[in-house]
């Protein structure tokens, strides 16, 4: 039977292999975006942008010194009986230590750091009951450069696609090279304004090659990105082919008088990762395997 310190342990080596190691999806479009630029300058920038992803890998430490915050995304058994969030908290904890991570957690008001990347809702968790047997935990690592760029517009439904666009047009011309780019797009379209910002959250969340089920959808992801990497911003904001290595979009139905559309804006360095604990203890990292 799975216990709490199973989580604990499998939490560390989750976070361990998420800021060490890009997914394959977000490394093969920074790659492919290396190999297709023909300006020098960004050519350039990109293949910094590789090399440091290689030098993580062979090192094993961080790719970025900035380990972001923890978000986490947990699927439970119906019959789970672990302390699974405190696994995850002792968890974040101890990877600080051991990873490490940079202690980026601080009060809002006072900025007090506690030194370990855990306080009031910190890590945050986002819980979900499945009728799988075994527990899941996605979790993202996200600095405050790229979160920084993040919007939200409330709409009016008279504003349409074409204002839907021309948002997120001018969210990523505002954001220019602040980001960090090439940069990744999570937009969330509909609910209210909290619901619209935790969608474009958990849009970062699926394979940048994978579109979304719906048809319109999908299509407004393509001519998005193909428009946003027409802005020339591209790598670092020097130029070039690539501003954007891609863009998820999830939506949800909303009220007639309403349109709420938001923006969060991830860093190239794409950071995700998700464990599955088995009944048995087996780990199993898909994201990350290896």
Known sequence: MVDEKDVQNAVVELLRRTVVRLPKDVES????????????????????????????????????????VTIFYVSLPRECRADVEKGIVEG???????VPLRPNAVHPITRKNPGDNVGDKMPYINWKVWDKDHIE????????????MS???MLTPSAGLKGIKEFALSTVLRAGSNPCPPTIIGMGIGGSADISMKLAKEALLRPLDVRNKDPEVAKLETELLEA???????????????TMLGLNIEYAYCHTASLPVAIN???W???RGTVRIHKDGKLEFPTHEG
């Open 269 to 271: 360095a794409g950071r």
């Open 137 to 148: 935990i996605t979790v993202m690592t996200k600095g405050a450069g790229s979160e920084n």
């Open 151 to 153: 919007q939200l517009a």
């Open 92 to 98: 974040v904890r101890r990877a600080t230590k051991e």
């Open 29 to 68: 479009a920074i790659r492919k975006a290396y190999a297709s630029e023909t300006d020098e300058v960004p050519k350039m920038q990109l293949k910094a942008i590789v090399d440091n992803i290689e030098l993580a890998k062979k090192t094993n430490t961080p790719m970025c010194q900035d380990t972001g």
């Open 265 to 267: 804006v991830q860093c």
């Open 228 to 242: 946003m990497n027409m802005l020339g911003i591209g790598p670092m904001g020097l130029g070039g082919k690539t």
